[in-house]
């Protein structure tokens, strides 16, 4: 019966346990960023790379992806970001553009770049991407 609860457990587990990934556009001025540089960039804080203006995108609120990427990359409650953009309004910040799904996000990386956004590591196979970060993530 142990084993058995065991087992179940585990597959529930496995089954939520999903990758995120931060990923740029194919034409990405850079392969990889750090987790503070990520968090830079999402909260308004480096609005340029290599000179260039990034687009920064991110999912609507209540998104599983999003809830994962705000609590592991950005380590924030839905909460601390509501006031953190009311606060960063005044001074002229920004919050990332929201795109409704992952095909629009790479609508956008088509179009625009230098771009930025994240996504499940397994909608970015077949998809000409820069892989910036890496995060194993329990939804």
Known sequence: MIKISFFLVLLIFSLYS???????DKNFPRSSLSRSEI????????RFIEKEKILVMNYKVNHPLRLCFEKNILEKTER???????KAYYQGKRPPKI????NMLFLYFDSVHPAIGYSDFNNTINQDVVIL????CII
Do not use: T
């Open 39 to 46: 968090r830079a960039i999402f909260l308004d804080k480096k």
């Open 18 to 24: 999903k990758e995120l990934v931060v990923i740029g």
């Open 133 to 136: 970060y890496r995060v194993e």
């Open 99 to 102: 795109v409704s799904s992952i």
């Open 80 to 86: 601390s970001l509501e006031r953190y953009w009311r």
